[in-house]
T-cell receptor
Framework: NAGVTQTPKFRILKIGQSMTLQCAQD?????MYWYRQDPGMGLKLIYY???????DKGEVPNGYNVSRSTTEDFPLRLELAAPSQTSVYFC????????????FGPGTRLTVT | SQKIEQNSEALNIQEGKTATLTCNYT??????LQWYRQDPGRGPVFLLL?????KEKRKERLKVTFDTTLKQSLFHITASQPADSATYLC???????????FGAGTRLFVKA
């Protein structure tokens, strides 16, 4: 199993551009999450999903959108990128039976200039 | 607002000693407390979970305590090794919830 995969690994965006961060998991997990991690700060939850077609806001959802059309994929969309969105983004997943244990992807380092 | 505090200063210890990391929280009553390990440039890896009705949990060289009165958890690594060098994150979660709250982590350096 590949676990949780994220693409791209790195990206530089200009202010106002848009992009989609991809996340996929092959563990048949029901629950998926997007976090951002800023230097010296804890992970902040952006959005999460409890199943295909069901998403909900986390702590810092402004400026982002998500969709969950399949169990495997959970893309994160940034519209009109701003410097404040410069961060490392992590996708995670967990199972229905052990949903407290989250499996994280390797992260996407995004810089907005 | 809910807050988790972990020692922002790095912890330096000698190989073979016990490392003890602290996690304090306020304005929250978590049902679960978790510890994750994060290596530079990588995603966190789950280590241990302890429930609010548990005082202590062990897994190999790891031990976690959870004091809901003090609102504190201690994370111990016994017989520490240089390979234990990493950042350790504390995380809190409510029953049935999905909104895990993470601390900023404490960086541990184990010297050979």
């Amino acid at each position: 199993n590949a676990g949780v995969t994220q693409t791209p690994k790195f990206r530089i965006l200009k202010i106002g551009q848009s992009m989609t961060l991809q996340c996929a998991q092959d563990m048949n997990h029901n629950y998926m999450y997007w976090y951002r991690q800023d230097p010296g700060m804890g992970l902040k939850l952006i959005y999460y999903s409890v199943g295909a077609g069901i998403t909900d806001k986390g702590e810092v959802p402004n400026g982002y959108n998500v969709s969950r059309s399949t169990t495997e994929d959970f893309p994160l969309r940034l519209e009109l990128a701003a410097p404040s969105q410069t961060s490392v983004y992590f996708c995670a997943s967990s199972s229905r039976t052990g949903h407290y244990e989250q499996y994280f992807g390797p992260g996407t380092r995004l810089t907005v200039t | 607002s809910q807050k988790i505090e972990q020692n922002s200063e790095a912890l330096n210890i000698q190989e073979g000693k016990t490392a003890t990391l602290t996690c304090n929280y306020t304005n929250y009553s978590p049902a679960y407390l978790q510890w994750y390990r994060q290596d530079p440039g990588r995603g966190p890896v789950f280590l241990l979970l302890i429930r609010e009705n548990e005082k202590e949990k062990r897994k190999e060289r790891l031990k976690v305590t959870f004091d809901t009165t003090l609102k504190q958890s201690l994370f111990h690594i016994t017989a520490s090794q240089p390979a234990d060098s990493a950042t350790y994150l504390c995380a809190l979660l409510n029953t049935g919830g999905f909104k895990t709250i993470f601390g900023a982590g404490t960086r541990l350096f184990v010297k050979a």
